[in-house]
């Protein structure tokens, strides 16, 4: 049988929906059918009636089985279920099986069936942005343990399904849990096409075409961050905190070649510096090179976040007179919590007065680059050495696509080349200036490049502007609403420079207490509770953390396009209403 | 208009196959099209007639539109084409586009269209393995800049047609290019899922499924490594390189912990041994990690290139002499040339005895493990500190899935937590041994265990063991066909250990040479000529290198399950036949 739990409910009920408003699937179901008179207008029913099918005891479970070579619709239906009974077949009957053509692509399509459905769902207000369940609930409710015998293909959907349905909903428009929130639909066909594609970024010869991507979008993007002719280097990494690490090993490199093949026993005693906002890779980076984090030194910010000029000026000297060599300094453009960019004009001269390698870590906030209204925050920019910039977040990727970008050519290979001859052989018939691989650090490299690349031929440059600018839109509304509101008091004061706005909610219960320490102790436990509940209601997500002597407060970041206003209003409502006996 | 390109050719000529071989698309398609009645027999139609489209003069470009409101097809039908314009519509036409449901549905369904077309076609060996061009031909023929305008959906569905076809087909049977090939489905559909699920596995928050998955397959490959009960630590790393890094990291940090804060200066000189047939990882993660590639002492190998223990102990021994600290031994399993299996067992005894931490590199040949029949060949494997582990390679897991086993619990965490605040919040209200993000180098992490697990539940444990024997009786089979064969070489003798098969082929015009010096130098030429021909003609793909004093031979792999005795027979044929001019 093809059809089965999240399939097999509401077929019956679909004319039945004069209760419900427009806006739930089975409405809207309705609507399509009547619209559409091919196979799509009844598929698209059965998908859609996957939201009503989510409220039974046991969603995932298995259903009794429909009569074999039938498909489990209730009525007649042209559906793309066919009489392929998933119950008695194997991966070993797929391709590259012998006539498995046709079984694949049923189960593919019934995999591909069961992701539109959560796609559908995962953009409907209606649905919860988790259903939240305890590890250990989790792990004794579904047999997750691997063994010595296969299952069917059957028990493979309900894996699937059984997954998502608790999954967290990334798309949902009421997550802002993290920097990477939301979901594009070209960039996840493009990350559909990818798997499929299923190869290796290590040489032209095995992904012609994604290394050509690469290199045109690299190009581009050393372009917008302003270097000549958009010339220089690149890599696509796998995270910021990768990029980042990249970037120091650079640095490094450049300043002592000689530490590759002698390490650091070859090299003076180095200082890195970063503001104390900055993001932890910086340290951890520092700590995987040998570089040690004790020689990252911490630069002070001011009431915003932004690294205070005099203070990094003041550090490389004392440093210098400590007898240290200040190698690599890494201003943020977009810090992690307040969403700080760093005075990047301020930085860069002092890093040429001092000849020290200048790294953006622009992970978070490079992506203001794209916009025409934003990008004077980065000013500044061009005059790095290196730039990372995640379009993973504020441009809504699929997971991962992570650049760095570096002003000198020809100094990532120099750096990283082993020469591996069993994979960079130079005897090759075509240009070899393809095969990047030996640049990298790693060996093998996921294709990360083809999401970005198919989404920026679908919305242009414009299209990525857009989508920034709203959200430094929604969040500015955000700040404006909540400023002068009762309860709430901003960890920093104005406009944010970036979507990230910090505030405490004080519930009534904390909000009159006198005695300020006592008040303090109290406001430190409000947003775990109140993210706990969130969670636990599914209703929305939203981190809080405490940063150095200030107590834990909501650190709202908008990187979701399909995020609105009445969504921000959502979010204060929601906040009120589960902390009302705080 | 829905259909184009691909798809708009030899609906017409369905019926009119009397000339092809049953086992073509179209014959498939006639015999699929009378057993099933439903939708899907029409939808099978089109999708195989993709292969037919493949030949016109450019099978990508635009097609004449067809009047707006019908499907493409030539003929009544009930596919899942409906009457969406693709020509007229945008991304921002998609969700989370108001009423964007239907558009987006059938927008990824035309992908997947796409993509199950593209599939059917790997694995059909009358289609090419790559339709190679030279990187300026590919950029010169397709528009692939980026622009500030957006491109119409259209546009967005040729430019994935465009990237497939020029896409090397590692699904192929007779893809054998890399230690990474085939495309499994189970594997795919998991990857698919992964994409739609978007997140990342930092925190149990936010992947609560996938870190719960990740821990119980990480304990299952401990189980298997032969750690009593699964004791240990891991974690799943963007590939071997990587996951060797890793290795090398907390090497150094068990026996000086002071490394994290203090950097290389706080620390003597270090020696690290691996054989010299090991992958360059291991240098490269030296020269990254401030240890240098100096300090890396390559340990030589016998005839069959694995590492010689007394050599190992020699060079241990002399480089404490010279007042180094060994502190780290790679043993190999698998090596990437010859598929070489380092004598773990004796190895063991000498990182005893000396005290140092023994990895084994089993990115390829680490899932020998899963076989009965072959995993004799690491015994020894659990006696090591760590492992690397490669699924995406012999397991043909999709890439990438690497992971590093750790035998000691909470080291990874101590050597690379940095406790950051904002995400690994200690007041959360869910057991944070869950949240594993801080164990990582990384920050963000790709989700790259559903395929892994998905695939272990579809097959079983037996299921991957049948798998890898296979590809090692095709080895076996290979080898024992060319041994004693005119004009062929081996570069070792004996039976491959793993399923690299390393040989030369001598055309008649070098075979006989006298000179032999001269016949060297001609035959150091021969592997790059017929790998170039192989490319042109698209036929097949196999990887050649020289190593040390040994002139450029051929390294043939297997670890493709769609690969046959046929196959290994046309690799042969296929050698010959292209280099008869030689």
Known sequence: MAAQGFWSLGAENAGDNSTQSPSTPRAWCQAAAQKFTGGIGSKICALLNVGEAE???????KKPEAEAGTCSCSKPCNCSKTNIGFSELYSTDLLPATNGDLKTMTFLQEVVDILLAYIVESFDRSTKVIDFHYPNELLQ???????DEPETLDDI????????????????????????????????????????????????????????????????????IGWQEGRGDGIFSPGGAISNMYAMLLARFKMFPEV??????????????????????IKK?????????????????????????????????????????PFFVSATAGTTVYGAFDPLIAIADICKKYEIWMHVDGAWGGSLLMSRKHRWKLNGVERANSVTWNPHKMMSVPLQCSALLVREEGLMQ???????????????HYDLSYDTGDKALQCGRHVDIFKLWLMWKAKGTIGFEAQIDKCLELSEYLYNKIKDREGYEMVFNGKPQHTNVCFWYLPPG???????????????????????????????????QPQGDKVNFFRMVISNPAATFEDIDFLIEEIERLSQDL
């Open 55 to 61: 409220k039974p005891a046991d969603p995932v479970a």
């Open 414 to 428: 120099s750096c990283n080349q082993m020469h591996a001859c069993y994979l960079f052989q130079q005897d090759k």
């Open 285 to 325: 980076g520092a700590a995987a090179l040998g570089i040690g984090t004790d020689s990252v030194i911490c630069i002070k910010v001011d009431e915003r976040g932004k690294m205070i000029p005099s203070d990094l000026e003041r550090r490389i000297v004392e440093a210098k007179q400590k007898g240290l060599v």
């Open 510 to 544: 904390v909000r009159y207490l006198e005695d300020k320490e006592e008040k303090q102790k109290r406001l430190h436990k409000v947003a775990p509770v109140i993210k706990a509940r969130m969670m636990e209601y599914g209703t929305t997500m939203v981190s809080y």
């Open 157 to 224: 959907l309900i894996s699937c399904r059984a997954t998502l349905k608790y999954a967290i909903k990334t798309a949902h428009p009421r997550y802002f849990n993290q920097l990477s929130t939301g979901l594009d639909m070209v960039g996840l066909a493009a990350d559909w096409l990818t798997s499929t594609a299923n190869t290796n970024m290590f040489t032209y010869e095995v992904a012609p075409v994604f290394v050509l991507l690469e290199y045109v979008t690299l190009k581009k993007m050393r372009e917008i």
């Open 141 to 147: 409710s579904n047999n997750w343990e691997l063994s």
């Open 260 to 281: 590759k093949e002698k390490g650091m026993s070859s090299v003076p005693r180095l200082a890195a510096f970063t503001s104390e906002h900055s993001h932890f890779s």
